[in-house]
Nanobody, 123 residues
């Protein structure tokens, strides 16, 4: 059973940067496609980014393209989300997720989820 733990969230001013980290235990992330999603109260979970198991392909949600970068270090069992040029509308709880499916992108494709980390962007 893979367990995921996100870290790196916090409060930042608009235009600033944050780096989120997702660490895994109980399994090796190298066999999973990984994704980041976010959710605000009263809204559905939104796709942010995903990366294939070997890091060969990345995909981003339209709202974060050009500002966020997903990466992974399989040796460290970690996935990162570098967020730049943050906007108040990026405020959300960010979740890391793992999928055994190739080219996973839908929320339902991801089997394992972390508890989330809060990101708040002030204007």
């Amino acid at each position: 059973q893979v367990q995921l733990v996100e870290s790196g969230g916090g409060l930042v001013q608009a235009g600033g940067s944050l780096r989120l980290s997702c660490a895994a235990s109980g399994g090796t992330l190298g066999s999973f496609d990984m994704g980041w999603f976010r959710q605000t109260p009263g809204k559905e979970r939104e796709f942010v980014a995903r990366i294939t198991w070997n890091g060969g392909m990345t995909t981003y949600g339209d709202s974060v393209k050009g500002r966020f970068t997903i990466s992974r270090d399989n040796a460290k069992n970690t996935v990162l989300l570098q967020m730049s040029s943050l906007k108040p509308e990026d405020t959300a709880v960010y979740y890391c997720a793992a999928s055994s499916l190739r080219f996973a992108i839908r929320e339902s494709d991801f089997r394992f989820w972390g508890q989330g980390t809060q990101v708040t962007v002030s204007s």
